[in-house]
């Protein structure tokens, strides 16, 4: 007996962990706006957990550039 799957696809998934986001009630950042953010860097199926700061994504490309800034 054969069984024959179809081909699957694996789509990676990034987290973004944002610190100290909506906390204490100032300068409040509103999860539609951050992930407008995401969506406009590339980035689709964008979702934010609760008001955390959380997202999760997925990338359009394989290759993902990390920006970071110090300061």
Same mark, same amino acid.
């Given at each position: ?6 081909? @699957?696809?694996?789509?990676? *998934? ?7 986001? /909506?906390?204490? &009630? *100032? ?7 951050? @992930?407008?953010?995401?969506? #406009?860097? &590339?980035?689709? /199926?964008?979702? #934010?957990?609760?008001? #955390? &700061? /959380?997202? $999760?994504? /997925?990338? *359009? @490309? $394989?290759?993902?550039?990390?920006? #970071?800034?110090? *300061?």
């Amino acid at each position: 007996m054969f069984l024959f799957l179809p081909e @699957r696809k694996f789509m990676t *998934k990034y987290i973004s962990i944002l610190r100290g986001i /909506n906390v204490g &009630g *100032k300068r409040k950042i509103l999860m539609a706006d951050l @992930r407008g953010l995401y969506e #406009s860097l &590339g980035f689709e /199926n964008v979702i #934010s957990y609760i008001q #955390s &700061g /959380n997202v $999760i994504l /997925n990338p *359009k @490309r $394989i290759t993902v550039k990390v920006f #970071s800034q110090k *300061k």
